[in-house]
């Protein structure tokens, strides 16, 4: 009987050790870095392989757009609604961050948050905590805001007021990473024009210069801008002066930067190519107007939507790759594929080999956008990829 007991205690203590085992090898699986896909349905938001497979439901909600994944992918920051949220995935619990605000960028590990009455916050996910990059303005709001790559806590962002229930812009503005002090402009002073809407839209990869648009009603043509932070210099930026940015300047970015234009005295469009190193500037020829596009990692290929077709231009040459509805193209990290949504019936997310015609369904159903909450195809999924 005692040998028995003693038998009994062992299996008991053995079982205790081999659940505590695959627990923790079950919660390391999950925070672990792989590639992922993370889109939304009207059921919620999903999580799956980069592929499409082993897709599990994360978050329940039919409001959820507008993902970033965290540098290390264990965190998503999302909308529901107007309001924002992050997934932990060791945990797999969701929590509230802010109301009113929407994420526009990972950096350090936090999350940007653009609000609509406290400014820009940083959220960290993993304290749980959230502090004011930029507190809001006493006469207007922020109505965009672009932070530096390079570490600190440098923006770019344009102030805004409201009259008579429409937008006027105030002024552009630069916090200082070091003294935390601001450079502040005037529409006048940095476009030279007091009808100008200052928009910051990238910066160079070591932080010196921002680039930004002015134009002088939304979704207007407007000439490319650059600021050098050294001199507080606005000007055109070098090579731009022969094209305009078009279709409310387009913009994708990796280590180069790509945009819709068109030239000043030539019809036809194009696309402006901007090395985000040195910032000189090549265009491409295009088929047809892009309403949407994605540029490779390396910059040696851009890829666009047009009339539901998806093209790829590289080298002087385009490549058809699919049509019949396709739109909103992005690059794989490797710039061999390129997924883009087909919105039929049964709205797909597709993939595609970037020097072949041809697409494959990987995943389906999701979402339409709501445009009242200023959604597009592009809000509904992303990516994310383990650094190699």
Known sequence: MKKRGILKAFLLLLAVLCTSVLSSCARRAKSEPTDMLAYCTDEGLFLSDADGSNASLAVKGSHISKI??????????????????????????????????????FTNGKAVLLTATQGVLLAD????????????????????????????TRFAYSVCYSDAGREYYKAFCITSSDTGDVLAFTPKEICGDPNGMPLPLFWSENGSTVIFSCPVSPGSPSMLYSLAIADSSPARLAGTKTFQLENGGLLSLTSYAAMSVSKVSASGSYIALIDRGDLSVSLLSTE??????????????????SDGSVYVSSSGRTLFICGGGYTSPSFSPDGL?????????????????????????????LRSPDPYYDEEFADLYEFYYVKQ
């Not at 309403?291 to 290929?301: C, E, K, M």
């Open 125 to 152: 996910p993993a304290l749980h905590t959230l502090e004011t990059a930029i507190p809001q303005p006493k006469d207007g709001y922020i109505s965009a805001v672009c932070p530096s790559p390079v570490e600190g």
């Open 68 to 105: 970033f994944f965290s540098e290390d992918g264990r965190y998503i920051v999302y909308n529901n609604s107007n309001d924002v949220f992050f997934y932990d995935r060791e945990t797999a619990k969701s929590d509230f961050l802010t109301a009113n605000a929407r994420c526009v960028a």
């Open 337 to 365: 594929r390129i997924y883009s949504v087909f919105p039929g019936e049964d709205i797909s997310l597709c993939r595609s080999n970037a020097n072949s015609a041809g697409a494959e369904v990987i995943v389906s159903g």
């Open 288 to 305: 047809a107007a892009p309403d949407a596009l994605s540029v490779s990692p390396d910059g040696s290929t851009v890829s666009y939507s």
